[in-house]
Protein backbone atom coordinates (compact mmCIF):
# COMPACT_ATOMS: atom_id res chain seq x y z
CA UNK A 1 0.00 0.00 0.00
CA UNK A 2 1.81 3.44 -0.53
CA UNK A 3 1.01 5.75 1.68
CA UNK A 4 3.04 8.69 3.17
CA UNK A 5 2.29 8.93 7.26
CA UNK A 6 3.72 11.93 9.14
CA UNK A 7 4.45 12.06 13.27
CA UNK A 8 5.90 14.64 15.47
CA UNK A 9 3.21 17.15 15.73
CA UNK A 10 2.42 18.00 19.56
CA UNK A 11 1.23 21.32 21.74
CA UNK A 12 3.98 23.56 22.11
CA UNK A 13 5.27 26.71 23.74
CA UNK A 14 6.26 30.22 21.63
CA UNK A 15 9.71 29.49 21.02
CA UNK A 16 10.03 25.47 20.95
CA UNK A 17 11.54 23.69 18.63
CA UNK A 18 9.77 20.77 17.00
CA UNK A 19 10.56 17.94 14.23
CA UNK A 20 8.30 16.53 11.90
CA UNK A 21 8.86 13.16 10.35
CA UNK A 22 7.15 11.71 6.93
CA UNK A 23 7.86 8.08 6.29
CA UNK A 24 7.02 6.48 3.07
CA UNK A 25 5.44 3.14 2.66
CA UNK A 26 5.15 0.99 -0.48
CA UNK A 27 7.27 2.98 -2.68
CA UNK A 28 11.02 5.19 -1.90
CA UNK A 29 11.34 8.56 -1.30
CA UNK A 30 14.31 8.02 -4.10
CA UNK A 31 13.48 10.50 -7.22
CA UNK A 32 11.09 12.39 -5.71
CA UNK A 33 10.36 16.19 -5.17
CA UNK A 34 9.39 16.35 -1.41
CA UNK A 35 7.01 18.95 0.77
CA UNK A 36 5.45 20.64 3.58
CA UNK A 37 2.67 22.11 3.60
CA UNK A 38 0.06 23.54 6.34
CA UNK A 39 -3.16 24.47 6.58
CA UNK A 40 -4.50 26.64 9.43
CA UNK A 41 -8.04 26.90 10.39
CA UNK A 42 -10.09 28.93 7.89
CA UNK A 43 -6.97 29.44 5.66
CA UNK A 44 -5.90 27.46 2.66
CA UNK A 45 -3.40 25.36 2.78
CA UNK A 46 -0.17 27.02 1.90
CA UNK A 47 3.64 25.35 0.74
CA UNK A 48 6.10 25.56 3.59
CA UNK A 49 9.18 24.00 2.19
CA UNK A 50 9.80 21.52 -0.92
CA UNK A 51 13.13 20.20 -2.10
CA UNK A 52 14.35 18.68 -5.19
CA UNK A 53 14.53 15.57 -6.32
CA UNK A 54 18.18 16.00 -6.72
CA UNK A 55 18.08 17.65 -3.36
CA UNK A 56 20.04 20.68 -4.90
CA UNK A 57 17.41 23.20 -4.56
CA UNK A 58 15.25 23.98 -1.37
CA UNK A 59 12.30 26.40 -1.36
CA UNK A 60 11.35 28.18 2.21
CA UNK A 61 7.75 30.62 2.16
CA UNK A 62 9.24 33.75 3.40
CA UNK A 63 7.36 32.71 7.41
CA UNK A 64 9.50 30.29 7.89
CA UNK A 65 12.92 30.78 6.20
CA UNK A 66 15.71 30.48 8.68
CA UNK A 67 13.48 28.73 11.21
CA UNK A 68 12.48 25.40 9.36
CA UNK A 69 14.78 22.71 7.81
CA UNK A 70 13.48 20.71 5.50
CA UNK A 71 15.93 17.03 5.35
CA UNK A 72 16.08 13.29 4.05
CA UNK A 73 16.38 10.86 6.09
CA UNK A 74 18.95 8.44 5.91
CA UNK A 75 16.88 5.75 5.88
CA UNK A 76 15.91 7.22 2.49
CA UNK A 77 11.91 6.41 3.13
CA UNK A 78 11.69 9.13 5.41
CA UNK A 79 12.35 12.94 5.69
CA UNK A 80 11.88 15.50 8.36
CA UNK A 81 10.78 19.13 9.18
CA UNK A 82 13.45 20.66 11.32
CA UNK A 83 10.68 23.63 12.89
CA UNK A 84 12.88 25.88 15.05
CA UNK A 85 11.51 29.16 17.30
CA UNK A 86 8.04 28.29 16.55
CA UNK A 87 5.75 31.06 16.64
CA UNK A 88 1.45 31.10 17.54
CA UNK A 89 1.05 31.51 13.68
CA UNK A 90 2.72 28.38 13.07
CA UNK A 91 -0.36 26.59 14.40
CA UNK A 92 -1.65 24.50 11.62
CA UNK A 93 -1.92 20.68 10.42
CA UNK A 94 0.86 19.98 8.22
CA UNK A 95 0.97 17.39 5.67
CA UNK A 96 3.92 15.72 3.61
CA UNK A 97 3.81 15.14 0.14
CA UNK A 98 5.71 14.00 -2.45
CA UNK A 99 5.84 14.34 -6.71
CA UNK A 100 7.90 13.40 -9.73
CA UNK A 101 9.11 16.87 -10.12
CA UNK A 102 9.11 19.96 -8.18
CA UNK A 103 7.36 22.59 -10.22
CA UNK A 104 6.52 24.94 -7.39
CA UNK A 105 6.22 24.36 -3.68
CA UNK A 106 2.48 24.65 -3.93
CA UNK A 107 -0.63 22.11 -3.50
CA UNK A 108 -1.69 22.55 -6.85
CA UNK A 109 1.75 21.64 -8.43
CA UNK A 110 1.43 18.63 -5.51
CA UNK A 111 -1.73 17.67 -5.87
CA UNK A 112 -1.23 14.50 -8.67
CA UNK A 113 0.85 12.73 -5.94
CA UNK A 114 0.96 11.17 -2.38
CA UNK A 115 -0.68 13.03 0.55
CA UNK A 116 -0.02 12.29 4.30
CA UNK A 117 -3.14 12.91 5.97
CA UNK A 118 -2.01 15.48 7.93
CA UNK A 119 -0.35 16.11 12.08
CA UNK A 120 -1.60 18.73 14.24
CA UNK A 121 1.24 21.22 15.37
CA UNK A 122 -0.19 23.96 17.96
CA UNK A 123 2.11 26.39 19.55
CA UNK A 124 0.74 28.27 22.18
CA UNK A 125 1.01 29.29 25.86
Known amino acids: QVQLVESGGALVQPGDSLRLSCTASGFPLDNLALGWFRQAPGKEREGVSC????????YYSEAVKGRYTISRGNAKNTFYLQMNNLKPEDTAVYYC??????????????????WGRGTQVTVSS
Open 97 to 114: ATELYLQSCTPSDFRLGT
Open 51 to 58: ISKSLDYT
